[in-house]
């Protein structure tokens, strides 16, 4: 399997892609509900695992083919295409920060650029869910009411990825 720069996606990743999109919308699912209309999930810690050990171009298709997935079969129709952007965005500067575009066979110094590439992503998602939830709703207040939750389930995800990366990039 090549791992150049400017290669095309052959079957391979695009099964791949499929299979880490269905981890994410699952992982989605697996959330601890709080306060009003808030929730800590696994999804972002997913992501988060996803452009550590696959890079950006997996995770950036994954993360918004299983988030937005996620937002039509749950309900939460009016996010999709925001989570669509949103979370596929975050997967790609987690994936491409920490990685690289496409998977590599070498984690060298991969805890800093992993570290710097998951709060960059917290940043932009939380920044993307306040306009989303403001667009949504109509409401700034709301939106700024759900800001907790976003960083709880950041820091959730930014804590099981720390935990489970190094353990999960031997085995790859």
Do not use: Q
């Amino acid at each position: 399997m090549g791992f150049e720069k400017n290669r095309a996606l052959k079957v391979n990743d695009i099964v791949k892609i499929g299979m880490l999109a269905a981890m994410c919308a699952i992982m989605t699912s697996i959330k601890v509900p709080f306060g009003a209309d808030a929730m800590v999930h696994l999804g972002t810690a997913c992501v988060f695992l996803i452009g550590i050990l696959f890079g950006g171009i997996y995770a950036g298709f994954a993360a918004a083919i299983g988030s937005g997935f996620f937002d039509l079969l749950m309900g939460f129709s009016p996010y999709t295409l925001w989570s669509f952007f949103i979370k596929g965005i975050a997967g790609f500067l987690i994936g491409t920060i920490a990685h690289g575009l496409w998977p590599k066979k070498t984690f060298d110094g991969w805890l800093k650029k992993a570290l710097l590439g998951m709060v960059i992503a917290a940043i932009w998602t939380l920044g993307g869910y306040i306009l989303a939830w403001w667009y949504v709703t109509g409401s700034l207040t709301i939106a700024i009411s759900y800001i907790p939750s976003s960083i709880m389930t950041s820091t959730a995800g930014f804590i099981v990825a720390v935990v489970v990366a190094p353990v999960l990039r031997k085995k790859i």
